[in-house]
């Protein structure tokens, strides 16, 4: 078996008993993204220099005896908006094109502690403002199981690398659904942890109060000892909070006996693929079958999640992104009159379409005529959103529903349409703005071969336990073992 074949743990295993060096394993899977990834353009960049020696560096305390986790010395890439020093982050931006920051995310600092390699940055939507990797400045990324279809977004890239065996685990960010949706049209399992668990110092922002770092991997054990790295209390991040429940790998007991789990019907309603809804269906009957509780219940408010995030996302982009002129650093317009002439093309010729398109909008609802009507209203909602989940889980221990109305779309399908790519996040956005963990797990597939994804939420710092059920699940079921050809 070729080295970039192996599962995550496993190759953590065979490192850790010397029978594959870190550096053989960088290698071979650097030999693996050069001769896959140009037909699917999941890598941005590769860095097979600095990942040789960052390998020589780990290989020594693996020699040492050193090294310690299941994923010591286990190659990984990350996606293209997370600081690595010395390694381009351009957020998929013509904006950031040249940008190679002078320092690490506290997330790679916590990778580089715990004996990753990174070898590359991984494909996203620009500034990760879209649901299909379609917007991306360094061109499309698309799906393994299909090339005709789009992964999903905006961590299309982090969750086509791992379907494709081009990388062991890989590191995202989710802000409206970017781990999930991507993670259940790729056939993986991704992580949303609770807002807040993993520190965002050095992950370029999109909307600070949403956007929140996780792991994709082949399965539920691979993202519990992935999120183990990089959960952490960061000073750096006065969002970042303790976890009181880590240790998520060890906690993978596969015992859900007893679990409370609920399933929206709302969930389930007009516009939800048959398909999709049949195979979650079917993988609550398996974790009732495991000895879990099902039971189903009414949980409205679904119909104003989208509007809801959608004007406060961008509200918050329209804040953020105003830090990019054309003066400090990345792109600057060639021909200007005046300050205000370089402000006005660097944007114009920088930004995307969508970039551009959620910064109106956001500059829109926080006018003084309109931030009442719009703004302040998506607040209340939030907040109505955050007090259903909590009713809910007075009487669950987690809940769950598909990640996204149907499984993967042909690539341009959705490019003219963006209400459309919008309602494609209507499963995933509550979980954001309520910063509640989300978990997706590959659960079957449609008639065409494509993978289906369910989704299980929990209350705040339940990440363990939606770990374990997807881990429970993933024990007596082979969907997250099968591969695109």
């Known amino acids: 078996m070729n080295v970039w074949e192996l599962d995550a743990l496993d190759l953590g295993e065979r490192i850790k008993k010397r029978e594959v060096g870190v550096a053989e394993a960088a290698n071979a899977l650097l030999d693996r993204i050069e001769s896959t990834d140009p037909a699917l353009h999941a890598y941005v960049a ?14 020594k305390k693996v020699d040492a005896g050193e090294g310690h986790g299941p994923l010591f ?64 400045y360094a061109g499309i990324c698309k799906n393994p199981w299909d090339p005709s279809r789009v992964p999903g977004g ?37 992580i949303k942890p609770t807002y807040g668990t993993v520190s965002r110092y050095g992950v370029v922002a999109y909307a600070s109060s949403l956007d929140q770092v996780g792991t994709l991997g082949r399965d539920a054990a691979t993202v519990a000892a992935s999120l183990d790295i990089i959960t952490k209390k960061d000073p750096k991040d006065s969002t970042s909070v303790e976890h009181p429940d880590g240790g998520f790998y060890e906690g993978l007991t596969g015992d859900v006996k007893g679990l409370r789990i609920g399933i929206p019907t709302d969930y389930f309603g007009e516009g939800l693929d048959p398909q999709v809804k049949e195979k979650v269906l079917a993988a609550a009957k398996e974790l009732e079958r495991l000895g879990a509780m099902v039971e189903q219940f009414p949980m409205p408010l679904v119909e104003y999640v989208v509007p809801a995030y959608y004007i406060i996302s961008s509200a918050e982009a329209s804040s953020n992104l105003s830090r ?79 990640v996204a109305p149907t499984t993967a779309l042909k690539l341009g399908e959705n490019l003219d349409d963006p209400l459309k790519m919008y309602l494609g996040d209507i499963y995933t956005v509550s979980v954001n703005l309520a910063g509640l963990p989300g978990l997706s797990a590959p659960c079957g597939f449609d008639g065409q071969g494509l993978p289906i994804g369910m989704q299980l939420i929990g209350p705040a710092f339940g990440e363990k336990t939606l770990l374990n059920a997807a881990h429970a699940y993933q024990q007596v ?8 050809q």
């Open 46 to 59: 590769t860095f097979r220099e600095s990942a040789n020696a960052q390998a020589q560096m780990v290989q």
């Open 324 to 402: 990019y002129d054309g003066v400090k650093y990345g792109f600057r317009a060639e021909n200007y009159e005046d300050l205000y002439d370089l402000y006005l093309k660097s944007r114009s010729q920088g930004f995307g379409m969508e970039v551009k398109r959620r910064i109106m909008l956001g500059n829109f609802v926080l006018s003084s005529g309109y931030y009442d009507a719009y703004y302040n209203k998506a607040l209340k909602v939030r907040a109505l959103i955050k007090q259903a989940f909590d009713k809910a889980f007075e009487k669950y221990d987690m809940l769950l529903g598909p």
């Open 477 to 484: 079921t082979d969907f997250h073992r099968k591969k695109p």
């Open 154 to 190: 905006s961590s299309g890239g982090a969750a086509a690398a791992v379907a494709a065996s081009e990388a062991f685990y890989t590191l995202g960010t989710d802000t409206g659904g970017s781990i999930r949706q991507p993670a259940s049209f790729c056939g993986v399992t991704g």
């Open 73 to 136: 010395g286990v190659p990984v890439a990350v996606k293209d908006n997370i600081c690595v020093k010395g390694m381009t982050t351009t957020c998929g931006s013509r904006m950031l094109y040249n940008f190679c920051p002078p320092y690490n995310a506290t997330v790679t600092d916590c990778l580089e502690q715990a004996g990753a390699v990174v070898v590359g940055k991984l494909n996203m939507d620009e500034f990760a403002m879209g649901s299909t990797t379609e917007t991306s």
